[in-house]
């Protein structure tokens, strides 16, 4: 029954999402505006057929319909109720189909943000492409990553049950969909940039139109990223958050080629310049998404988080390639219209200071594609397999890392067009002395280290300077009698507090990594260790069974206070006892505690790993700062006009700006004309 | 922004030693802060040669990170073989010859490897070799072909 449902409604939204394709190019070629808006109107059948399978789905997890392969391989009867739901997306298939249902809720959001539009070419074009994605991946659900294979032969009284690591913290149910609506959100603006290079207009209209869908992406996917390493803390028990595992890169290179974007289409905007750059970022970073969930999720790379083999990678390859090479060549046939009047005059001015950000950004998401497919390519070359890793991408981005805490200091200080000695000289003098202050009070404090020294002096110069904007635009809200938290409302300003935000996980990044001591203890019972200042007392263990699996904890009294639980479970279906971790949070350090060893024969001494590291509270709340900030960036600002020039809609009447633009026709003249 | 006046185009005399004063403050500090190298203890060297190697049974994390026991017997290994005197680079090949090269974290800087470390050296250089031949192009010809089109929407975005 669920099964049937699930395929019923893949299959609806595949032919959906053809069916819409064909009418919406039909419309195109005819210039019809009744087909166009017939065509878009299929989003809500894609959104029901999406809706049907996950309702399915998860009443097969819920009723434990273990008929299905899918449900027997992830869920079980003893797997408490939030884990079952999140069973869904804890392996390939599920987490397509998750995939799936947040693209098909983008584009109906679309469809219907654009509805007054949908004759107009460059939303058609637009709702066609995301249709084309949207076909892609339920045709993978079709084919072959089908999540609702029934299961041949008898059906399993129960189910293994998820990963032992996907049902032991909450936070599995919020990063993997919270990252995914970073994900696919980047179809949208690809969806416009496809639609922009096909009309040939190629102005700034799109980009405006585009630019909270981004930010709405950006700002999720940041959050989700920001989640996944507070869930890798919790849980793999390493005591780290970060280790440049090849998922981990994978979700970091289309944010890096991303937050390249949310600044340099600001020189666009402003400049009209960077056309061929901005595209490119936006195409990257869509077709980094999909590569990304190739790289991880065809077993050509091992991760942490690489799933089962599966034969989904030539599928996702050829995709990849396909949005590639179409782009580079709409980018090519567009040349022409898409090369930038104008110049920079100085490398001294704002734009001058987003073109070095964009190398910073380039070089790093180089670094990071490069690195994570290095012994790809060197096993391609000679055979050899070799690691790259943590090492390696430490020593090539903290120079990279540094460069954009300086930049993220000075960027705001400049002036368009270009800058004076004077005017740096008043904008940026009282962050220096922060940042001097900071350095020379780390030093006193008793804190060693060049890098870290430097990370906290740059940190203290970026969030200074930040803050001056915020204040004077406060001041600028007060003088304008509005509130001074209006001051923080609007691009600029939510762009601080963005800054500020990762200033913070900098920081805590730096001291985290400099000043982390990390020791393991045999302890007998009543037996006290210290460590970084903490002492940490055993006091014995614990068995617990529970219904899904059994829980051997450690007590372990932090600082003569509370008592901590580390514990080693095991699962019924895994080999290997899963170590979890526990951890006392504090601002200024956190206390990990791990049950390395249980006592065993007629020992009572257990092994406690101890982990001491400075601030790592603060990655999470830099984390939350940035999710803010975004929130408020993309808040809607005092409109200084009703309609933005440039963003009206492509009725000549109402859009001033693109009538009189030459090489800017509004009627689109693609290849269907 | 209510301070866009252009000032003058040099800064005055006073400003320069309100900058040199904060350099000489910074590099007192850091060159401080620096603290004291020294020769690292047996454990610390230890643990620093750890971090670059594979942990062999789990994914992706370093001997010095991972609890497996295969990282513990690693971590004694090169302990004891610190202890007994030999150099990193000794330490490292043994451990190359009982597992496999790919037991590194960190590539080598020859062969093959050599690559993943130049490279994006020469994306770096070429990217900022563009960037000083677009501003010199651009300060050339700094009005090249303002389309009227296009001009509206500049004036359009700067009257805003």
Redesign the interface.
């Given at each position: 029954m669920n099964a049937a449902l699930g395929t019923a409604g893949v299959a609806l939204a595949l032919s959906a999402a053809v069916l819409g394709m064909v009418t919406l190019a039909v419309g195109l070629r005819r210039g019809d505006p009744r087909l166009l808006s017939a065509g878009q109107r299929y989003v809500w059948l894609i959104l029901g057929g999406a809706v049907l399978s996950v309702v399915a789905m998860e009443a097969a997890f819920i009723g434990h319909d273990f008929a299905l392969k899918y449900v027997a391989d992830n869920g079980s009867r003893e797997t408490p109720f939030l884990y079952t739901v999140s069973g869904m997306w804890s392996a390939l298939e599920g987490s397509i189909l998750l995939w799936s249902l947040i693209l098909a809720g983008y584009l109906a959001v679309m469809v219907r943000h654009f509805r007054a539009r949908a004759g107009d070419h460059l939303v058609a074009w637009a709702t066609l492409t995301g249709f084309a994605v949207a076909a892609f991946f339920f045709g993978l659900m079709a084919g072959p990553a089908n999540p609702f294979k029934v299961i041949s032969g008898v059906v399993p009284a129960d189910g293994q049950g998820p990963n032992p690591l996907l049902q032991n913290h909450p936070l599995v149910a919020f990063h993997p969909p919270i990252l995914y609506m970073g994900f696919v959100g980047f179809t949208i603006p690809f969806a416009f940039a496809i639609a922009a290079l096909v009309t040939g207009r190629v102005g700034e209209g799109w980009l405006v139109e585009t630019r909270r869908w981004t930010l709405f992406a950006w700002g999720f996917l940041t959050v989700g990223i920001v989640l996944g390493a507070w869930w890798s803390y919790e849980v793999l028990g390493w005591g780290g958050y970060w280790a440049w595992d090849p998922v981990e890169n994978a979700s970091f290179l289309p944010w890096l080629t991303a937050t390249a974007y949310i600044h340099s289409v600001m020189v666009q905007e402003r400049r009209g310049m960077l056309r061929v750059w901005n595209l490119s970022l936006l195409v990257s970073t869509f077709a980094l998404t999909i590569l990304g969930t190739f790289l991880t999720r065809s077993g050509v790379l091992d991760s942490v988080h690489a799933f089962s083999e599966s034969n989904i990678g030539p599928a996702l390859l050829g995709f990849f390639a396909l949005v590639v090479g179409v782009s580079i060549a709409l980018i090519g046939w567009r040349g022409d219209r898409l090369r930038s009047p104008g110049a920079i005059d100085s490398p001294l001015s704002r734009e001058g200071a987003f073109l070095a950000n964009n190398v910073a950004f380039g070089a790093f998401a180089f670094v990071v594609l490069l690195g994570t497919v290095f012994p790809l390519i060197a096993e391609a070359i000679n055979g050899d397999r070799l690691s790259v890793g943590a090492p390696y991408f430490d020593t090539m981005t903290a120079p990279v890392g540094f460069t954009l805490l300086f930049l993220m200091a000075v960027a705001p200080a400049l002036p368009w067009r270009k800058a004076s000695g004077e005017l740096l000289h008043r904008r940026l003098l009282w962050p220096a002395w922060a940042a001097t202050v900071t350095v020379v009070a780390c030093v006193a404090a008793g804190l060693r280290g060049l890098a870290p020294l430097i990370a906290f002096g740059l940190g203290a110069f970026a969030a200074a300077a930040a803050v001056r904007q915020l204040l004077l635009s406060a001041r600028a809200a007060r003088r304008q009698g509005s509130p001074a938290w209006r001051g923080l409302l609007g691009r600029a300003n939510g762009g601080m507090v963005v800054h500020i935000g990762v200033v913070v996980i900098a920081v805590a990044f730096a001291a985290s990594h400099s000043y982390g001591q990390r020791h393991e203890f045999r302890l007998d019972p009543g037996q006290t260790a210290h460590l970084g200042g903490h002492s940490i007392t055993y006091l014995g263990t614990t068995t617990v069974q529970h219904a899904n699996k059994k829980t051997l904890s450690a007590r372990v009294r932090v600082d003569g206070g509370q008592v901590y639980e580390p514990a080693l479970q095991q699962f019924p279906f895994a080999s290997q006892a899963i170590g979890s971790p526990s951890v006392r949070v504090g601002i200024l350090d956190d206390v990990y505690l791990t049950l390395v060893a249980a006592p065993e024969g007629d020992t009572t001494a257990a092994v406690v790993g101890i982990n001491v590291q400075p601030l790592i509270a603060w990655l999470w709340i830099g984390g939350g700062l940035m999710g803010f900030g975004t929130f408020l960036a993309a808040w809607p600002g005092r409109r200084r006009r009703p309609t933005e020039p440039s963003s009206a809609p492509a009725v000549p009447t109402v859009e001033p700006s693109m009538a009189p633009v030459a090489d800017d026709p509004p009627v689109a003249v693609g290849p269907h004309a | 922004?209510?301070?866009?006046a252009?000032?003058?185009?040099?800064?005055?005399r006073s400003?320069l030693w309100?900058?040199a004063l904060?350099a000489l403050?910074?590099a007192g500090?850091?060159a401080?802060?620096?603290?004291d190298p020294g020769p690292p203890s047996d454990a610390q060297r230890a643990h620093d040669i750890a971090?670059?190697i594979?942990c062999p049974t789990c994914?992706?994390?370093?001997a010095a990170?991972?609890?497996a026991p295969s990282s513990q017997a690693i971590r004694d290994e090169i302990l004891r073989r610190v202890q007994a005197g030999q150099t990193d680079g000794q330490i490292r090949g043994y451990l190359v010859s009982r597992y496999?090269?790919?037991?590194?974290?960190?590539?080598?800087r020859h062969?093959?490897?050599v690559?993943?470390?130049a490279?994006?050296i020469v994306?770096?250089i070429a990217?900022?070799g563009g960037?000083i031949l677009?501003?010199r192009?651009?300060?050339a010809?700094?009005?090249?072909?303002?389309?009227?089109?296009?001009?509206?929407?500049?004036d359009?975005?700067?009257r805003?």
């Open positions: - | 922004m209510p301070e866009a252009p000032g003058p185009a040099r800064p005055a400003h309100a900058w904060i403050v910074l500090a850091l401080l802060g620096r603290g971090t670059e594979r994914r992706g994390l370093s990170d991972s609890d496999t090269i790919d037991i590194l974290l960190e590539p080598q062969g093959v490897a690559l993943v470390w490279l994006p994306a770096g990217a900022l960037l677009a501003f192009r651009w300060r010809h700094p009005g090249v072909a303002v389309s009227a089109g296009d001009q509206a929407l500049v359009e975005a700067l805003r």
